[in-house]
């Protein structure tokens, strides 16, 4: 099984601060991808990376920056954590192929709490 | 662009009714659709997918089938239990993009 794992479950920060968000993949997938989830709005992608050092915007990327190091993993920053990115945080991981093979595994979530 | 429309929500049944979450979508080419759900407080699952036009998906006593005429992927289960409340999201995949584009979501309650 594809196990996605997400370092935090909850995340309470102050607005200003530089948060760290991490999510590690252990099936060799080259897709990492970043979303937040708010009522009504559903998923949003942020950020998504298709290789090791790789990176392109999603939908809404202000605000964030991501990184990816090492294949396995890849980081979502907040540069300065501000109220309005108070949200659930969700990564997902996916092999490169095209069609069904491309489906995305998703890790359980980081709710973060900016007061 | 490539989009996906599913009912909106919420959805309250009894126990063992019957179940039907629409769900459309607009795309070029051919598309692999898929269904996820999500349970209080986790991320998403993968629930269900079909790769190609007549494919029926199942599982869990959930199916679905890619129905290219009507560009739908409706989800149905026969007899729904409580634990089946949660919040389910269809989903489209191009043949050749990495990006997956999700529905909206439709909360689903079942009351015992």
């Known amino acids: 099984d594809v196990k996605v794992t997400q370092s935090s479950r909850y995340l309470v920060k102050r607005t200003g601060e530089k948060v760290f968000l991490e999510c590690v993949q252990d099936m060799d997938h080259e897709n990492m991808f970043w979303y937040r989830q708010d009522p009504g709005l559903g998923l949003r992608l942020i950020y998504f990376?298709?290789?090791?050092?790789?990176?392109e915007k999603g939908d809404i990327p202000e605000g964030y920056s991501v990184s990816r190091e090492k294949k396995e993993r890849f980081s979502l920053i907040l540069e300065s954590a501000s109220t309005n990115q108070t949200s659930m945080y969700l990564c997902?991981?996916?092999?490169?192929?095209?069609?069904?093979?491309?489906?995305?595994?998703f890790g359980p979530g980081t709710r973060l709490l900016v007061l | 662009g490539d989009s996906v429309t599913q009912m909106e929500g919420p959805v309250t049944l009894s126990e063992e009714a019957f179940l039907t979450i629409n769900c459309t979508y607009t795309a070029t080419g051919y598309p692999s659709l898929f269904w996820y759900v999500q349970y209080p407080g986790e991320g998403l699952q993968l629930l269900l997918k079909?790769?190609?036009?007549?494919d029926k998906g199942s599982n869990k006593g959930f199916e679905a089938t890619y129905r290219k005429e009507t560009t739908s992927f409706h989800l149905e289960k026969g007899s729904v239990q409580v634990s089946d409340s949660a919040v389910y999201f269809c989903a489209l995949k191009g043949s050749s993009a990495s990006k997956i584009i999700f529905g909206s979501g439709t909360r689903l309650s079942i009351r015992p």
């Open positions: 079909a790769t190609k036009a007549d």
């Open positions: 990376s298709y290789d090791v050092k790789m990176k």
């Open positions: 997902a991981s996916s092999l490169n192929n095209g069609g069904a093979r491309g489906t995305q595994y």
